[in-house]
């Protein structure tokens, strides 16, 4: 669904896995447009196997997001992220393969996705980063590094591609950051979700040119190895170095240093009780207050 009908800010959310799913789900207490552009360099899992089976962008992500976006503890969504446990199915979430379903039977990617979108009714548009399967390749070391299993188990990385390097996105996402008033990147695994966004050439020129505040809502914790031993410094400078220059940073004071940030850093307590990840009413409060 494109859009909730709602007042407020047009935002847009890139990045994957969990965090972009917390992300997501923040954008409803306060957004009026959503927009969520997912890395489509998946290859592990489910995923994986869908997007070698058919050639599609992974789907995995995609649900989670459209989950996140969707009527909370709906049946459908309940549906979405039911994963078979035995048999030929075993290791596939329900809406992998509704997603797959729609996109083989009807030929359109984005179509399938407006259509599941429905299904959870999604308050908002979710759309893959490359409108073909990509791969992520890094350099770490000195050494390359493909596959994004194989860079989620690499320290020391400098730099991450796609791969083909002239993957196009869809006209969607596009689209959306042209009009964004607010844009999100994280949290999530900064090289193999945010930046696996970013990295793709397109999308990093639209970021540049788009006029929406850009923000990056940095992660309560290291992510051993990708960046282990990263203060929010670190993650700021990882964005710099692939051309994406953010206008705030926004961290838990209880999460990891701080360091010599060179952006505006904005703080606030956004972790649920354990610590372990991002409240979604919490990132909403400190998010609206960055709108503009």
Known sequence: MTGSGRS?????????????????EATRHYAGDVTAIVSGADDGGSSGRLRDAFGIPPPGDLRRCLVALGEPGSLWGRVFEHRFDAGELEGHPVGNLIIAGLATSTG?????LEEAGRLVAAAGRVVPATSTPVG???????SPVE??????????????????PDAEPPI????????????????????????????????????????????????????????EGYDVAAHVEALSAHGLEIDVVLCDPRGM??????VTCVEADMARPDGVAHDPVKLARALSALVG
Do not use: M, W
């Open 172 to 227: 969607e996402a596009l689209d959306a950051l042209s009009r964004a008033d607010q844009v999100v990147l994280g949290p999530g695994s900064l090289y193999t979700s945010v930046l696996a966004v970013v990295a793709v050439p397109a999308l990093r020129d639209a970021l540049a040119a788009s006029p929406a505040r850009k923000v990056y809502v940095c992660n309560l914790r290291h992510q051993v190895p990708e960046t």
């Open 108 to 112: 359109n990617f984005i179509a399938a």
């Open 147 to 164: 596959g994004q299993v194989a860079v989620a188990g690499t320290r020391h990385i400098s730099k991450v591609s796609i791969v083909p």
């Open 136 to 142: 992520l390749k890094a350099e770490a070391d000195g």
């Open 8 to 24: 407020g800010p047009r935002v847009v959310a890139l990045g994957g896995g969990h965090g972009l799913a917390a992300t997501l």
């Open 257 to 262: 240093a701080r360091g010599d940030v060179a």
